[in-house]
């Protein structure tokens, strides 16, 4: 099972992450993935501004 870090500094990561999801020009596609994958994943959908981020949790 994997789990979000969390600390000061994943606090700063996470609002970083938001910011970048909210201004995102790929809703349609990240819903999409999203929804074509209810049980998780491998790997982040790589179009993701938050791929990086959300990968180094999966490799954790």
Same mark, same amino acid.
């Not at 938001?18 to 998780?40: K, M, V």
């Given at each position: 099972?994997?789990?979000?870090?969390?600390?000061?500094?994943?606090?700063?990561?996470?609002?970083? @992450?938001?910011?970048?999801?909210?201004? &995102?020009?790929?809703?349609?596609?990240?819903?999409? +993935?999203? $929804? #074509?994958?209810?049980?998780? @994943?491998?790997?982040?959908?790589?179009? &993701?501004?938050?791929?990086?981020?959300?990968?180094? +949790?999966? $490799? #954790?």
């Amino acid at each position: 099972m994997n789990h979000v870090p969390t600390g000061a500094h994943t606090d700063a990561a996470l609002r970083s @992450a938001a910011h970048r999801c909210i201004n &995102c020009s790929e809703t349609e596609a990240c819903r999409a +993935w999203l $929804e #074509s994958h209810p049980d998780g @994943a491998d790997e982040a959908l790589p179009s &993701c501004p938050n791929a990086s981020l959300f990968n180094s +949790w999966i $490799e #954790s």
